[in-house]
Nanobody, 124 residues
Framework: QVQLVESGGGLVQAGDSLRLSCVAS????????MGWFRQTPGKEREFVAA????????YYADSVKGRFTISRDNAKNTVYLQMNSLKPEDTAVYYC?????????????????WGQGTQVIVSS
């Protein structure tokens, strides 16, 4: 069982930056593909970005491409989401997720473990 704990959320203004972190409890963290999702009330969980176990491959939603960067440090069991040029529509609870599968997918069902989420609010 992998436990994931997100941090780094907060209240920022449009145009600002934030870096989210997600620490995994599992020593085999480096074998998991990792993803970030976000969700607002009344809407389905939305894919943001994913990264392969090695960090060599990444995949982004069109809505964040060029603004967000996903990365990982396997030595620290941590995956990051650097968010730049934030917009009010980026406001959501952000979740990290781990998948035992190697391919990168945007479907929530592809992921096996989830964190509790961290709130990001972007004011205009």
């Amino acid at each position: 069982q992998v436990q994931l704990v997100e941090s780094g959320g907060g209240l920022v203004q449009a145009g600002d930056s934030l870096r989210l972190s997600c620490v995994a409890s599992e020593r085999t963290f480096s074998s998991y593909a990792m993803g970030w999702f976000r969700q607002t009330p009344g809407k389905e969980r939305e894919f943001v970005a994913a990264i392969s176990w090695s960090g060599d491959n990444t995949y982004y939603a069109d809505s964040v491409k060029g603004r967000f960067t996903i990365s990982r440090d396997n030595a620290k069991n941590t995956v990051y989401l650097q968010m730049n040029s934030l917009k009010p529509e980026d406001t959501a609870v952000y979740y990290c997720a781990a998948s035992r599968r190697t391919a990168l997918r945007s479907t929530p069902a592809w992921y096996d473990y989830w964190g509790q989420g961290t709130q990001v609010i972007v004011s205009s």
